[in-house]
């Protein structure tokens, strides 16, 4: 099974990808480490990329899925993988779709965990991170004992400027102006399934097991 994880940033979708992965058996592939991964063993791919960041330039996106391409040829991929942080765009998932069909594959499934922004802006909001140690907290789903201080090593908890309302807004205009249109790309495709995210955790992880599950008998 071949998916695709949709959804807005502070959706959950990196953690449900990385669920079914532990679940199925199969990789959870997140662009960002391919891309760390060829940096760091200074593969030909790799090589290629660094002349690109090192001029602080984003890298190209037929470069990336060259990455992503070797990345799912290998063979922990052979039964499939969860494909997460991929495509951000509709040119991109034309590419990927077109390199996708050279190698004779496809996506199975697109699967959106859909929160309404103003859960994304809480849910960031909520969010307060260890200065020592870098444990992470909630003030409402996973709140530490003492108010602002870490369980762990006592250091001072605080709210990353990455979770501030007005940046969080920021994010998800970017969002709904390039990433959303993925949605209407996959349904029109017929391989999108969507999922409450504004539900527990565990919740959203059973809707997706339970659309895997029908999938894989279709």
Known sequence: MKIIM???????????AMRIAEKYGIPHVSTGDILRANVKGD???????????????LVPDDLVIDMLMDRIGQEDCKNGY???????????AESLDAALGKAGEKIDLAIDVDVPD??????????????????TYHIQFHPPKKEGICDVCAEKLILRDDDKAETVQKRLDVYHEQTQPLIDYYKKA?????????????????AI???LGESLWQ
């Open 82 to 92: 969860v494909l997460d942080g991929f495509p951000r765009t509709i040119p991109q």
């Open 118 to 135: 103003d859960h994304i802006i809480t849910r960031m909001g909520g969010r307060r991170a260890c200065l020592g140690c870098g444990a």
């Open 190 to 206: 017929g391989i999108l399934k969507t999922v409450d995210g504004t539900m527990q955790m565990d919740s959203v992880f059973e």
């Open 6 to 16: 949709l959804g807005a940033p502070g959706a959950g979708k990196g953690t449900q």
């Open 43 to 57: 593969t030909p791919l790799g090589q290629k990329a660094k002349v690109f960041m090192n001029q602080g330039l």
């Open 209 to 211: 097991v339970q659309i």
